[in-house]
């Protein structure tokens, strides 16, 4: 039978809390669970205010409705991503700025950000690739020397932390996804997470369709009215209580993918020691929450190769990002600078299979046959 890429991951508890939150009486989205599961972020890490979402898509389009994203204004984003980090952005009609990845991670390379910036960057958004943190440091000083708002897309990003700091909770803004590859899931869903007080009232406004809705609920308001633009950001019940069941097993589930991104690592280091690969790199200042494993073949022809070797052998890898600025939407649109490093690790990465159950059995022979391709 064929090791799956990814495969959900169940604690058990799910049935259980779904069906206390329609006894709650309320499934529609904003109750009990929705509630629950925010407390839990900003208790945890620390943010000033959490909302979920219907995806990390809807909390990034959150994010640009509240820096007053205007059509012209600049984007600084990295190409090596996934679509949505870039697209809800565009659809703000936002010129994209795409920059290069770090050579030593797909990261965005920080030294490649100053000389992007004109009179028009209005944010930086960044992408905390497989859960390893960027050089954050260096880019909150530009930003502050640029007088521009940091953008967190800590998609991969749950639990993972820069210097001791939660991922997602150094920058005005952060978007995190629940989608069913994550290391904590609810099928889909999202949460924007708020660093800057002065977004929370806003906010909150916006994801409750541009009504003072939340407002009246906590009783600040006689009545509930439309106040600005928003729209229908905030999840049902039913998928808070699926992703508060995930949240209170956080901790079995980040030692197990742990170990699991440990065993790729021991296992597959020899074949690095004898330059056949790359593995993941983690700067001293970053944190590894087991959101993904993958390798860097050496070149693309290798990589293909590879990936149809191992998918022959019945195991499913996958390659991973196209890189945006040469997307067929793009192209014509990016202004011609060349991003190596970007189209290096598009060429060449190949994720392998990733998920609570996966077994060191399973391990172990996906890393007999990477062994046996390179023999």
């Keep these: 039978m064929k090791i799956p890429f990814n495969r959900p991951y169940f604690t058990g508890n799910e049935i259980q809390t779904i069906i206390k ?22 208790k945890k890490f620390g943010f000033k205010r959490s909302l979920l979402t219907t995806s990390c898509t809807d909390a990034l389009e959150m994010a640009a409705v509240l820096i007053n994203l205007e059509p012209g204004d600049e984007v600084i984003i990295p190409s090596y991503t996934f679509v949505s980090t870039a697209s809800v952005f565009a659809l703000h009609r936002a010129r994209v700025v795409f920059a290069d ?6 990261n965005i390379d920080p030294d490649k950000i100053e000389e992007l910036i004109t009179n028009k960057t209005k944010a930086i958004v960044l992408v905390h690739y497989g859960g390893i943190a960027c050089d954050m440091e260096k880019i909150m000083n530009i930003a502050e020397k640029h007088d521009l708002y940091i953008i967190e897309d800590a998609a991969h990003s749950i639990d993972s932390y820069y210097k001791g700091k939660a991922l997602g909770s150094l920058g005005h803004l952060a978007s ?13 869903g999202g949460m924007l997470a708020i660093n800057d007080k002065k977004f929370i009232g806003r906010a909150e406004v916006i994801w409750e369709k541009g009504t003072n809705r939340v407002a009246f609920k906590k009783g600040k308001v006689k009545k509930y009215e439309w106040v600005d633009v928003g729209s229908s950001y905030l999840p049902s019940e039913v998928i808070a209580a699926i992703l508060h ?20 690592y021991e296992r597959l280091k020899p074949l690095e020691e004898k330059g056949l690969i790359k593995l993941p790199h983690i700067p001293k200042y970053a944190t590894n929450n087991g959101n993904m494993f993958y390798i860097i073949a050496n070149n693309p022809k290798e990589r293909d190769k590879l990936l149809k070797y191992l998918n022959r052998n019945n195991v499913h890898a996958v390659f991973h990002y196209l890189p945006l600025h040469l997307s067929p939407y793009y192209r014509d649109k990016h202004d011609g ?13 190949i994720r392998m299979p990733f998920y609570y159950e996966l077994t060191l059995r399973d391990i172990n022979y996906i890393v007999k046959k990477v062994g046996e391709f390179y023999d």
């Design 21 to 42: 939150a329609a006894m709650a009486g309320q499934i529609s989205g904003n109750g009990l669970y929705t509630q629950k599961c925010q407390s839990f972020f900003e």
């Design 101 to 106: 990845s770090s050579s030593g991670n797909p």
């Design 176 to 188: 995190f996804s629940f989608h069913e590859t994550k290391n904590i899931i609810s099928g889909e």
């Design 245 to 264: 069941a995930q949240l209170m097993s956080l901790k079995g589930i980040q030692k197990r993918r742990k170990e699991i991104w440990e065993a790729y």
């Design 337 to 349: 600078r060349e991003l190596p490093n970007a189209v290096r690790y598009s060429d060449c990465i």
